[in-house]
């Protein structure tokens, strides 16, 4: 089974692999630059989501759950959180077009439960703490957005396999490490 996991952003990070896979497949995309008009990157999402789900064919989707407009009240704005909400609709569409049927969206904070141990993480703190797991387990991350991607993507496959959870566990980290 190949599980692909997508930070939806302006910027999108992905992860994709499968649970016998040591790393998943790691990469960003940046649909337009931060004043590009919510059609323009929707376009551009549309165009490379075709295009990167009919290249390689997943057998499930991993997404986040999109925050309560309240969760982000004061810190974003309407324009960006229907930007987000817009990605989403144009992923899902496109991934459940090209013949991926399983389609989850998870909880944020269930992720970062699992990858970092710190379910109610403050965002800056947590994303830092992801990207220093990712770096520990030798995964090649670039940025926040592949990192989360990573994170999500080990989540999923740990459902899959829960034997899996062990290499993120403090106890049991790669080649004797601790994270």
């Known amino acids: 089974m190949i599980v692909c996991a997508l930070d939806l952003a302006t910027t999108t990070g992905f992860a994709f692999g499968t649970p016998d ?21 929707f376009c551009a999402a549309l165009t490379w989501a075709q295009r990167f789900f009919n290249e390689h064919k ?3 989707l991993a997404i986040e759950r999109l925050l309560p407009p309240e969760a982000m009240r004061g810190r974003t704005s309407r324009q960006v959180r229907d930007r987000l909400a817009g990605l989403h609709g144009v ?9 991926v049927f399983d389609i989850t969206v998870v909880e944020v904070g ?13 965002r800056e703190a947590a994303k830092s703490e992801v990207m220093r797991r990712c770096r520990a387990l030798g995964w090649p991350v670039h ?7 990573c994170a999500l ?3 999923q496959v740990s459902l899959l396999n ?5 290499r993120v566990s403090p106890l049991f980290g790669p080649k004797g490490v601790a994270l």
């Open 58 to 60: 997943f057998d499930m």
């Open 91 to 99: 992923i899902r569409a496109v991934a459940r077009n090209a013949g």
């Open 110 to 122: 269930d992720v970062r439960g699992h990858f970092i141990g710190q379910r109610g993480a403050k």
């Open 153 to 155: 993507w080990s989540h």
């Open 143 to 149: 940025n926040d957005n592949e990192g989360d991607a």
């Open 21 to 41: 896979d040591n790393e998943p497949t790691i990469g960003s995309v940046k649909f337009g630059t931060d004043g590009a008009l919510p059609d323009a990157v």
């Open 162 to 166: 829960p034997k899996l959870a062990l």
